[in-house]
Every structure is written in structure tokens, then in C-alpha cells.
């Protein structure tokens, strides 16, 4: 009568039956984002990151990441979201790196309170980039006067259709500068004395997991199966939380209003999968 009673009970009331929420972080990271090109934001992943937490018999929450990084605003969003949840609901988080965690994407991994990557993932790339195109030469052979009117001397710095002057890129250096000492403060605050003195480790170069492992970026080398099996036992359930989907799948946009919306949805795509593309190819990916 027990084993029958026990049956009908959802597996993760069973007896020693373990579930783990699972939530998949997976692309580069800014904001805004569409419907043509989804992307990693405090806005799209809140609601993943609050339902993983709602699970209260779950001891900790598993956090799949593979993101080459992007807004460094949006990075310390989500983790300091993930860090807060993690103490105000007394859970252990465990973020697994899959084929790259780099920039703020490992700025999103330090908030585990273990990271776990493949020898073969790469991680790191604490360092901070900016990057842009100089069209001035380019208008200039095909006719095109360039005006612009500022109230501000300051107002039009670093436009792509001007020549680069140099005390604009003082000042993009100077707050590439702040940026990065509040990243590298945010790790070592998280990986403390598991960190190592090696003198390239805060300067935006990467490596795999196997040596960061060595380095003191990640804890060990596993997948998370693997990993939460071992750890919480061979019932252990894992269970991937997801966001509800509308009526014909939000994703499709199928009754957006607007069509021009949409058009326009599209039109930003384009530009962001360029940046996306350039991302992922810093990492041979």
C-alpha cells in the first residue's frame, strides 16, 4: 500500500528523491532584445531566476551558462539578482560553464557558489571592450557631408563619422578604467582566496577550464548530471525552468500589434546579431 501511495505522489515528494531546478543563461548579454534576437537581460531572465528559487525544497539551484558576454551593466544585474535570491531563500547555487563563460559571462558565473566547466570550456576574459567602426573617409568618397549640431562640446565624442580625436579616447579609457576595477573588486569578492597570483588573470585574457581550474576561476571540471548525481545522490531529478509561452508561441509574435513593430523588431536584429557574431568570434566560436 506504501509503494502504491507512493506512486501517485509527484517525484519530488517521493522518499530521497531530489529535484534540482535547472535555468540555461545561453547568449550574449544586453539589453532590450526581440523576438528575432533574443538576448540576455536583467528584463528576460528575471522571471526564469525567481522561479527557480520558488522550488523550497530544493537545496540549491543548478545555473547552465554559455555567454561570451556583452552589457557589464546587465551582467551585475543578473548577478546580483541571483545573489540576493540565493540569501534571502538560504539555497546554494551551482553554475555550470558549457562552451564559454567570458567577460560578463563569468561576471553571471561568480555569483555560484561553485563553478563547474568541461576541460574544454573557456572562461575568464575579466577585462573590458569597446569596439567601433570610423566611416569619415568612407562619406567623404561618396559625397556625403557629415553635420552636426551640439549643445555641449562634449555631446557628439567618438562619432563613427568623424575623425577620432584623442581626448575622446582618453575619456572612453578612463571609464573602461572604473569598469573594469568594479569587475575585478566583484570577483575577487566572490573567488577570494580560491584565486591564484598568476599576473595575467585581470587582464582580459581567457582560458579553458582545465586551467582555470588551475587558476582558481572555476572548482572543478564536470557536467552537471554528472555533478548533481554525485553530489545529491542517483535520484536526484533535474528539472529545467522555463518561461509559459502565449497562445501561439510568444516567440513568433504571431498578434504583435504593430507591424511596423515588427519591421522594425527585425531591422535590430540584424545590428545585433553582428555584435553577437563578433562576441562569439573573440572565442573561436
Known amino acids: 500500500m506504501r509503494r502504491l501511495f507512493s506512486r501517485l505522489l509527484p517525484r519530488s515528494m517521493r522518499s530521497g528523491a531530489i529535484t534540482i531546478p535547472?535555468?540555461?543563461?545561453h547568449g550574449a548579454i544586453m539589453a532590450g532584445g526581440n523576438q528575432f534576437r533574443p538576448s540576455l537581460s536583467l528584463a528576460s531572465t528575471a522571471g526564469l531566476i525567481e522561479k527557480a528559487f520558488a522550488f523550497k525544497e530544493a537545496p540549491a539551484v543548478a545555473i547552465s551558462i554559455n555567454s561570451p558576454g556583452g552589457?557589464?551593466?546587465?551582467?551585475?544585474?543578473?548577478?546580483?539578482?541571483?545573489?540576493?535570491?540565493?540569501?534571502?531563500?538560504?539555497?546554494r547555487v551551482i553554475v555550470f560553464v558549457e562552451d564559454v563563460a567570458a567577460s560578463g559571462g563569468y561576471m553571471i558565473a561568480v555569483a555560484g557558489d561553485e563553478i563547474v566547466a568541461d576541460p574544454s570550456s573557456i572562461v575568464g576574459s575579466i577585462g573590458v571592450v569597446s569596439a567601433g567602426f570610423g566611416f569619415q573617409e568612407m562619406i567623404k568618397k561618396i559625397?556625403?557631408?557629415r553635420r552636426v549640431h551640439t549643445a555641449g562640446r562634449n555631446k557628439s565624442i567618438l562619432d563613427p563619422f568623424s575623425p577620432e580625436r584623442k581626448e575622446d579616447v582618453e575619456r572612453l579609457k578612463a571609464l573602461q578604467l572604473e569598469i573594469h576595477d568594479t569587475f575585478i573588486d566583484l570577483v575577487k569578492g566572490r573567488r577570494g582566496a580560491r584565486l591564484t597570483d598568476d599576473p595575467d588573470l585581470f587582464t582580459g585574457m581567457f582560458w579553458t577550464g582545465k586551467k582555470g581550474l588551475e587558476l582558481g576561476l572555476v572548482d572543478a571540471l564536470g557536467d552537471m548530471r554528472s555533478f548533481l548525481k554525485q553530489?545529491?545522490?542517483?535520484?536526484?531529478r533535474l528539472q529545467l525552468?522555463?518561461?509559459?509561452?502565449?497562445l501561439f508561441g510568444r516567440k513568433?509574435?504571431?498578434?504583435s500589434s504593430q507591424a511596423n513593430g515588427i519591421a522594425a523588431s527585425a531591422a535590430d536584429g540584424?545590428?545585433?546579431?553582428?555584435?553577437?557574431?563578433?562576441l562569439w568570434s573573440r572565442f573561436g566560436l
Open 143 to 145: 559625397g556625403v557631408e
Open 270 to 278: 540584424l545590428f545585433d546579431a553582428a555584435e553577437e557574431r563578433a
Open 22 to 25: 535547472v535555468i540555461r543563461l
Open 71 to 91: 552589457s557589464p551593466v546587465q551582467s551585475r544585474l543578473i548577478f546580483r539578482r541571483i545573489r540576493d535570491l540565493a540569501e534571502e531563500k538560504n539555497k
Open 231 to 236: 553530489r545529491y545522490g542517483e535520484k536526484t
Open 252 to 255: 513568433l509574435g504571431v498578434f
Open 241 to 246: 525552468v522555463s518561461m509559459p509561452r502565449g
